[in-house]
């Protein structure tokens, strides 16, 4: 019962708002235009706002946004919306609250602007990402390995520069990733870093072009060029180990023993190349790349001079075929004028010489 004097309870005003069970979060809503984000009349600001910025000021008014009706007058010294009515207003509309903001405030231009944020962020943050800087250090990625013998003879018959007594056997000319070279021109040539394999380095691996045992321009030349791509592998990461891996890879290949046990050796007579390539593939299982110097004028066959073995990265012998991104050339280092070493040609008698005979 009322006393007398107290005055009688009125009753509690209805907003509509609470007339609807809560709906779903608009979509897009939250992330992007929060709470703070309109203006006098109601309105998302044309700016996009995220939840941290400081620009933004006050709450929208969630009737104005929510549900397109006019917008309550704002109580002085208060928010746009009053005490809990917010965001609370915008998460928790009715019936067709979820769709009102695409499809009452936002017009197709801002729509358009909206979706090229979204793709001009997803752009920034691949562009940071690990694999694109890692892409940028080393823009040519590679698939295999050419693991390169040279015949020296043939070498210093294309430049004798400072080549006498050349070795006569099949030595390394090096260890390269296809389609990739000068990964790293800070990682620089230490000689110091071998010295526990510079004995096998100048019977396996030595400078044919340069005598003097203490001359290391061609291991510097393979590191720079080719050893800092090949580093990409844990298995060739450190120049002990590039170096150290083709000395293995020499021996396990054994190519000198090959070649003598089916009866190919230096001689003056001239042999089929079919017939070498087929004595190569039968005993490998794999088909190498051959390399010859072309005929002279005057000359009727080509000179053997490289045969390359490719491996996968995981060290296992395969077939060979032309160096993508490539040159068939030797490098160079191993050129004279024009003469270069290209796939030998099957039809051509192919001589495989003993002796350094000068060039004419």
């Known amino acids: 019962m009322l006393k007398k004097n107290q005055p009688k309870q009125q009753d509690e005003p209805k907003h509509p708002h609470k007339l609807l069970p809560p709906q779903p979060a608009a979509p897009f809503l939250l992330p992007w235009y929060p709470a703070g984000c309109g203006d006098a009349a109601g309105r998302l600001s044309p700016r996009v706002c995220g939840p941290s910025s400081r620009q933004c000021r006050g709450r929208p008014r969630a009737a104005a946004v929510v549900s397109g009706g006019a917008a309550p007058s704002r109580p002085p010294g208060r928010g746009l919306a009053g005490p809990g009515r917010g965001r609370a207003a915008l998460v928790g509309s009715a019936g067709a609250a979820g769709r009102s903001y ?25 562009c940071t990402s690990d694999t ?25 018959k294309m430049n004798a520069n400072d080549c006498h007594d050349p070795p006569k056997y099949w030595t390394i000319h090096g260890l390269w990733p296809d389609r990739a070279e000068d990964c790293n021109r800070t990682w620089h040539f230490n000689v110091t870093e071998i010295k526990d394999l510079l004995s096998d380095m100048r019977h396996y691996w030595p400078d044919v072009l340069h005598s003097s045992l203490n001359r290391t321009q061609f291991w510097k030349h393979e590191w720079d060029k080719h050893g800092t791509c090949a580093a990409t ?23 000198n023993g090959c070649l003598l046990k089916a009866g190919i050796k230096p001689s003056s007579s001239y042999y089929k190349m079919t017939a070498i390539k087929e004595t190569l593939t039968r005993f490998y299982g794999v088909t190498p790349k051959i390399q010859c110097l072309p005929p002279e004028e005057g000359e009727e066959a080509q000179t053997i001079g490289q045969i390359e073995f490719c491996f996968t990265k995981e060290l296992q012998l395969v ?42």
Request: contains cysteine; positive net charge.
């Open 102 to 126: 695409l499809d009452n405030k936002m017009k197709p231009a801002k729509l358009h602007h909206w979706i090229l944020g979204w793709f001009f962020m997803a752009l920034c943050c691949w």
């Open 132 to 156: 694109f800087i890692q892409s940028d250090i080393h823009p040519h990625a590679w698939k295999k390995l050419y693991f390169a013998h040279h015949w020296p003879v043939t070498v210093c």
């Open 233 to 255: 592998l844990e298995v060739l990461n450190s120049q002990k180990k590039y170096f150290g891996k083709a000395i293995e890879l020499y021996q396990h290949v054994d190519l």
């Open 319 to 360: 077939n060979c075929t032309a160096r993508e991104g490539g040159s068939n050339a030797m490098h160079a280092h191993l050129k004279l004028g024009t003469s270069e070493l290209s796939v030998c040609n099957d039809t051509l008698p192919t001589y495989y010489p003993s002796e350094v005979q000068n060039h004419k």
